[in-house]
């Protein structure tokens, strides 16, 4: 599946709002040990694909069973301990991320500062970039980055960019505050600040400042 995803635009503010009714449930670390494995197509492209389909968004059970649905024959060849695994890694790693993803592209939506944005669920599964955007004040495609500023999300990180394929150096990376609290919807999120290397960019192009 080596094509990018078109998204619909959410607002910031609705993806909160669902979250506040639908709380992430958060599995232990050490529970997603046992489902890192490959996956037929990227998880990231499941919750995609089912964003496409269905329109709006939806809980993590949902994705899950959307995802093993998918998988098929593949997936009922896993040990129950695998698959278990596989639903903690889709709980706790792939469906936050994905819902950063949605947030933060409302956020620049929401400056008016951009005009287009590309998920590569492909080049996000080999560790490049998590989403990329058009100004519309011209210029060239902005890489972005998302991750948490965790030690274990460092390491993973610098795994999968030294052995799954080289980083675009000109990717802007954006690191979630840890400190800050899990709310609403029991997560942390993004804000427009942290994305004011993203915003400098493409203010670059014009002599206005944002």
Known sequence: MNKET???????????DYCEEHPIIWHRKEDTFDGDVLTPTPAMAMFFGLLS???????QAEYWHYARSGWGDWISGLSARTINGLRARLDRN????????LHVWALLV????FAR???????????????TVWPT????????????????????????RKYRGAT???MIDIVLD?????????KRWYSVDDLQPVIDRAMAWADIPF
């Open 6 to 16: 078109a998204l619909l635009y959410l607002s910031s503010q609705s993806i909160q």
């Open 168 to 170: 675009d150096a000109e």
């Open 178 to 186: 840890m400190g800050r609290p899990q709310s609403p919807g029991n």
């Open 53 to 59: 389909e269905t329109g709006a968004l939806f809980s």
């Open 94 to 101: 792939f469906y936050p991320s994905a819902i950063d993803s």
């Open 137 to 160: 004040l011209g210029g060239t495609a902005i890489k972005i980055g998302l991750r948490a500023g965790t030690r274990y999300c460092d390491a993973r990180t610098e795994y999968k």
């Open 117 to 131: 944005c590309s998920i590569d669920t492909v080049a996000d599964a080999v560790g490049k970039a998590d989403i």
């Open 110 to 113: 929401e400056t008016g500062l």
